[in-house]
């Protein structure tokens, strides 16, 4: 799974916005110079009192609590279906290939790997004297058991090894081999995969948790993963931590793995304790948890610094909002009309309105946290309706008697599919009034999520709302939504299609950087969407415990390692 879930997990908000949206039209207007003196800065902000901490925290000595919300119990990284299964997961299975606060890729259970001079063939090195948790050997053999699994036909998790192209996967998936001939074991510490053309996102997809074969692969055969599933709930891994019991509704148990390749963690024992937005707070402010996820506003943070035993942490997503063109329509394959409806649409009230200082404008299709990010020549599209209307004038859509524009006979009328969201219960009373006053009329459609992206898919739309999942590499925020074989919008530039092809050819990331640098450029010349916001996530850990680092990619489990309790 691909998303925020996978990740932190935010709460939403303990209180509403209806009053400031309801009076956007008329005398509330925010700018970021607003929030300028307010707004916590991006990091650690740490705990100014810690006498604060309360008793029920100082009388847990061994063990750290954090607060998640309701697991279902698959608790295997590639099964699970519910987001917070992935955060108990990532407590058990470490990664074989990590990543850094910025998006980058480093060593896991990897020690390093190699790739041939035409980026096909990848040399995985494992770390020597890796084991499981129960002690047994982790080898090159179990890697390639797992990416063998994730080949069955029987395979139905939301892990996509077939976009890392291994050679001999699609065969295997087929009953046509009895292996993929593209995972070749070359020691127990080596394994060799080849993959029929060069891919950026390539090592990350082959570089996820290792199940171990000897206790998943008993008995294994290719289109049979009956018992493979038995054990989702009696998961073996060789993360930080080892999984105990799961109370449904209440807690999930772990004791540190003493065989872990980082060294046994500081802290003997953790626990996931399922809390709500309705509780959340009240458990941290008690001591019951050490650590949760908060809603990125004023009010949650100034309750939270109220505390004085808090450590605050705030740190950019790595997604984006966006209102999509479908570019089939008429009115949209003119460039200047897209244009024309960035500079009509007051990004930055939106912004200030649903975010309150926590969030940014997007101007990129990717968040200033990437390594990819530098908006150095993209036009940044500031909120300027004159602009907008000399743009409709050139395109021939001309003011009809009622202000809304004509051409060929036809009224600039267009649809927006959004979803129930505090973003867009902001976007629509913006929208409609912004573009009314350059002669545009907005007809939303208020829909749930799944009927969107089935409208989406089907084509059924002029505009839609929606937000990007989290974004690993700077290949997902493009390939998935820009390139022609993105096929829901109609967008089709061939120079896109060219650089988002370059970037995913390269494996070396300064190589990378210039060509999303042009790539973003382009895209802003020849938009396919209306970029809105960036925002950040908010999370506090109790002063008694230190270590606690977390980021968008790796969660608070990157830095569950390193996590002690003051003494």
């Known amino acids: ?85 992935e955060n108990v997961t990532n407590v058990i299975f470490s990664r074989l290939i990590d990543w850094d606060s ?84 070359i020691d127990p510490l080596t394994l060799q995969v080849t993959t029929t053309q060069p891919g950026a996102t390539t090592l990350a997809k082959i570089g996820g948790p290792v199940l171990s074969k000897a206790y998943y692969g008993k008995g294994y055969q290719r289109g049979n993963l009956d018992y493979l599933r038995t054990l989702h709930g009696k998961p073996l891994g060789n993360g930080p931590y080892v999984y105990e019991k799961y109370i449904p509704g209440q807690e999930i148990r772990f004791h540190a793995n003493t065989h872990f390749y980082r060294g ?100 990129e299709p990717i968040a200033p946290i990437s390594w990819a990010y530098n908006t150095d020549g993209v036009n940044p599209y500031k909120f300027d309706p004159a602009q907008a209307k000399k743009l409709l004038d050139e395109a021939g859509w001309k003011p009809g008697p009622d202000g809304i524009r004509v051409k060929d006979g036809k009224r600039l009328e267009l649809t927006l599919l959004v979803s129930k969201k505090v973003l867009n219960d902001a976007l629509i009373p913006i ?37 990007t999942s989290t974004l690993n590499d700077p290949h997902d925020g493009v390939w998935d939504y820009y390139s022609t074989e993105a096929k829901e919008s109609g967008y089709n530039n061939p120079q896109v299609d060219k650089l988002i092809n370059e970037g995913n050819a390269v494996l070396d990331v300064e190589k990378r950087k210039p060509i999303y640098h042009q790539l973003y450029k382009v895209l802003a010349d020849d938009p396919p969407a209306i970029l809105l916001g960036n925002r950040e996530i908010l999370s506090a850990s109790s002063a008694r ?23």
């Open 1 to 85: 799974m691909s998303s925020l879930l996978t990740r932190i997990k935010t709460k939403p908000t303990h209180f509403t916005l209806s009053l400031k949206i309801a009076l956007l039209s008329s005398v509330v207007v925010f700018s970021c110079a607003s929030f300028a003196d307010e707004t916590l800065k991006e990091g650690i902000t740490p705990a100014t009192d810690i006498s604060q901490i309360p008793a029920a925290a100082k009388l847990r000595k061994d063990t750290v609590v954090a607060g998640i919300s309701e697991p279902q119990g698959i608790f295997n990284p590639y099964f699970f279906v519910n987001g917070w299964d």
């Open 102 to 185: 910025h998006g980058k890729l480093v060593p896991g259970l990897a020690e390093s790997w190699s790739v041939s001079p035409d980026n096909k063939v990848y040399t995985i090195k494992l770390r020597p004297n890796l084991t499981f948790s129960d002690g047994s050997p982790l080898t090159a053999e179990d890697v390639a058991f797992t990416l063998t699994v994730l080949y069955d036909p029987k395979y139905d998790g939301d892990t996509d090894i077939t976009l890392a192209n291994i050679a001999g996967g699609a065969e295997y998936k087929a009953g046509k081999a009895d292996s993929v001939s593209g995972l070749k074991v």
């Open 264 to 363: 046994t963690p500081p802290t003997p024992r953790f626990i996931y304790r399922v809390t709500n937005p309705s509780t959340n707070f009240q458990l941290f402010q008690t001591g019951e948890t050490d650590y949760d996820a908060f809603t990125s506003r004023p009010d949650d943070i100034e309750q939270l610094k109220m505390l004085g035993f808090a450590n605050i942490n705030l740190f950019g997503s790595s997604d984006y909002s966006k209102v999509e063109f479908n570019v089939r329509r008429p009115a949209l394959q003119d460039v200047k009309v897209r244009q024309a409806l960035i500079y009509g649409l007051d990004r930055q009230k939106l912004i200030d309105v649903v975010y309150q200082g926590y969030g940014k404008v997007a101007i």
């Open 431 to 467: 929208a409609k009034e912004n573009w009314q006053q350059i002669g545009v009329l907005l007809k939303p459609q208020v829909v749930d999520f799944n009927a969107l992206m089935a409208q989406r898919k089907a084509g059924n739309y002029d505009l839609a709302s929606f937000s």
């Open 545 to 567: 415990v230190t270590g606690f680092k977390p980021d968008i990619y790796n969660g608070l489990t990157g830095s569950l390692p390193d996590v002690k309790i003051v003494k």
